[in-house]
């Protein structure tokens, strides 16, 4: 299918400069679709986390109301004191989570799950928008399957990226979700509300003109876009042929809804709740996320109750990048609620994120 960039038409009297900043920007924005589908990264391997045993997931799938399942995977834990799920990200699918599982069976005693979204990975129509209400339905369905499953244990849900933005979502408004806690890692809170109106327009004509017709990822890696340092990741992401390559357009328009609809939230889930979010992420930057943080800041009556991690060195996919070790350990310490003196609240992080945007 034919490839191409977004770029507006701009007026006559318009500099040469001014056309190659907005079609740097342009591309910027498109990152978030082609975070699967960039070039390796040179750099070491020196702080990657690497499990004692490879503890292999097993496939297995959940059944929603609607008569369709979703394709799964569970890594299993012998005695299990905790469950976790895992919700993916944009073109992406349930393997995302292989080292964190890894890592929270092992420390945590924990059985993992994770499932392919409606739409993408081994399901069927993959690179197929299914709405954002369809994905929202679909996790609060797993959820009580989940805690129906395991009565007596308590359930954490973890969303990246676009994941987290449908767990915001699934928790936030009526009927909420059946989970004790919950992750968002790196979520995807870049609505148009954070976008140029050239971006805007673009993309709403694209969407009426040609929704079918898809982008791809090149010309990426040369403006410095992607979501991880590790070469090993984007290596195993290129090759993958459950990862999407290539996205439509009303994908691209849908997951801008889904996306501006976890932004505008003024509140956030009832549950004990962690964010975890890079300073080098590419993929979602510091300005949409400094508005979501001032937005709900300024909403909040009281300060709102979430834990916050901000890392220096934090790329987007902060568990598959080279320096995942820290985020490992932060998870699980969090998840099994060990003190730790580096948490921050969402006042703090507002004041991080938005001064170095």
């Not at 007026?11 to 910027?28: A, D, F, G, S």
């Not at 197929?128 to 369809?134: D, K, R």
Request: charged share 20%; aromatic share 8%.
């Amino acid at each position: 299918m034919q490839s191409f960039w977004l770029v507006k038409v701009g007026p006559k009297q318009e500099t040469r400069e001014n056309r190659r900043e907005k079609l740097n920007l342009n591309k910027k924005f498109l990152a978030l679709v082609f975070s699967n589908v960039l070039l390796l990264a040179s750099s070491s391997a020196a702080d990657k986390t690497i499990p004692a045993h490879q503890l292999t997931s097993s496939f297995t799938h959940f059944n929603v109301p609607d008569g369709s399942t979703l394709a799964a995977r569970v890594w299993n834990n012998a005695k299990p004191q905790r469950v976790v799920l895992g919700v993916h990200g944009f073109n992406d699918y349930s393997k995302s989570f292989e080292r964190l599982a890894q890592h929270l069976v092992a420390e945590t005693q924990a059985t993992v799950y994770a499932y392919d979204q409606r739409g993408f990975g081994a399901n069927p129509k993959p690179g197929v928008w299914p709405g954002s209400q369809a994905l929202i339905d679909d996790l609060r369905h797993i959820a009580a399957q989940l805690r129906e499953r395991h009565p007596d244990l308590p359930l954490t849900v973890i969303g990246e990226s676009m994941g987290g933005a449908v767990l915001m979502l699934a928790a936030s408004e009526k009927p909420g979700i059946e989970a004790d806690q919950l992750i968002l890692k790196a979520p995807a809170v870049w609505g148009a509300q954070s976008m140029p109106f050239y971006q805007r327009l673009s993309l709403y004509a694209m969407n009426l003109i040609a929704p079918e017709m898809s982008f791809t990822g090149r010309g990426l890696s040369s403006l410095g876009i992607r979501p991880t340092d590790d070469p090993e990741v984007s290596r195993d992401l290129s090759r993958d042929p459950l990862v999407i390559k290539s996205s439509r357009v009303s994908s691209l328009a849908g997951l801008t809804e889904l996306m501006g609809r976890a932004q505008t939230l003024t509140n956030l889930p009832p549950q004990r709740t962690l964010l975890l979010y890079g300073l080098h992420d590419k993929i979602i930057p510091q300005q949409p996320v400094c508005d979501w943080l001032t937005n709900l800041n300024s909403a909040a009556s009281v300060a709102l109750k979430t834990d916050v991690v901000i890392y220096k060195e934090g790329w987007h996919m902060l568990t598959r990048q080279l320096s995942a070790r820290e985020t490992l350990e932060d998870l699980g310490q969090w998840i099994q609620n060990f003190p730790q003196t580096h948490l921050i609240n969402l006042f703090q992080a507002q004041q991080v994120v938005c001064k170095v945007k």
